[in-house]
Every structure is written in C-alpha cells, then in structure tokens.
C-alpha cells in the first residue's frame, strides 16, 4: 500500500513539473515572439527612410485662396525639417505669414508600421485645435495623399482635407491642400512649392 501510495505521489509530482514546465516553455516562447514582433513594428523602415527627403532647411513659397474665385494672396515662408527619436518621426517647424499675420506651425510626421500608413499631426498659430490626417505612398515612392476631418469654425461641424506631396527633384517638393465642400466638390485652397536652401 506504502508503494502504491509513494508512486501516485511521485506520479502526481512528475505530472506536476511537467506541466509547469510546460506552461514555462509556452511563456517563454510567447516572450520571444511578442520581443520579434514588437522589435519590428518599432524598427524603422523603408517608408521612414522616405521621410529624411524632407529634413533640412526649405524656403517656401505659398500660394493660397480664401474660397473659390477669390484672388490669388502669394506670401513667403521657410520650414525646418530634422529626423527624431531615432529616425522614426519627421518634425517640420513652419514659419511665415498668413492673412498678414506672422505665422508658425509644427508638424510631426511618422509611418506606422502596424497600420501601414502614414500618419501627420499638426498644430499652429492660427487656433488652438489639432490637426490629423493619415494616407500613403503610391507607387512612384514621390507623390504622398493623406486625408483627415478638421474642424469647420463656420458651421460648427468637420470639414474633409486632402494634403498631397509631391517631391519634384531633390531640392523641391511641394504641398497642395484640399477642402471639402458642402457640395461634395475639393476646393484647393493653397499650394506651398519648397526649394531646399543651400
């Protein structure tokens, strides 16, 4: 009866150690591949590499309407644009004028490699709200569409905004912004050409 007794209890112990070692093995396999997946999701890639085109200093030339048919208001500005946190965000600090005012801007640009888009922040002087939009790349690797809801101040609600980029050669590039209408219809409302400074 001892001998039975004993082997049930070693039996049971053996069973027990191999279950947990079991469960150890799972865990340690799951740490090592959520370790692979993170380490890819937050390595920087061809898509980031893209972005250091737009670091460094540009000179801006802004072309801008109020509203359709309204005249053509030209001014002139400048942009800073520099690599950060290990080449995964693009910052661009804008400054210039904007309906005669002084103006500045910061942008923050990144490529989520999760969600395998590109993703734009923006905040400036001209109010107090924050701006997103997310798009792609499209085949040529030159031209860069997003698109995002802004806030509308005239009625109160969002407004669609299309912004597209487009690198013209390796000292220019340009942004053109779109606005939806209450028809449906894109009012292009401002063209901004960069011409990097040297």
């Known amino acids: 009866m001892k ?5 049930l209890v070693t ?34 890639g061809d898509a980031h590499k893209y972005l250091e ?22 001014s002139k500005g400048e942009s800073k644009g520099k690599m950060i946190l290990g080449g ?21 640009t990144g490529y989520d490699n999760f969600k ?5 922040f923006w905040i400036d002087t001209m109010g107090t709200g924050f701006y997103l939009t997310e798009g792609k790349l499209d085949k040529s690797g030159k031209v860069r569409t997003e698109k995002g809801l802004w806030d509308d101040l005239m009625t109160g609600g969002k ?17 053109e912004m779109y606005m939806g209408m209450p028809d449906g219809k894109e009012f292009k409302n401002m063209v901004i050409k960069y011409t990097r400074k040297k």
């Open 3 to 7: 001998r039975i007794t004993l082997l």
């Open 116 to 120: 395998k888009l590109f993703l734009s």
């Open 159 to 175: 407004s669609k905004v299309k912004l597209v980029y487009t690198i013209v050669d390796k000292d220019t590039h340009t942004m």
């Open 53 to 74: 085109f737009f670091a460094g200093h540009w000179q801006a030339e802004i072309k801008s309407w109020m509203e359709p048919g309204a005249p053509l208001v030209v």
């Open 88 to 108: 995964r965000y693009l910052e661009m600090w804008h400054k210039g004028t904007m309906m005669g005012q002084p103006f500045e801007g910061i942008e923050i």
């Open 11 to 44: 039996l049971g112990l053996i069973l027990s150690f191999s279950t947990v070692t079991l469960v150890a093995g799972e865990q340690e396999m799951d740490e090592k591949k959520m370790m692979e997946m993170w380490t890819k999701y937050s390595t920087p």
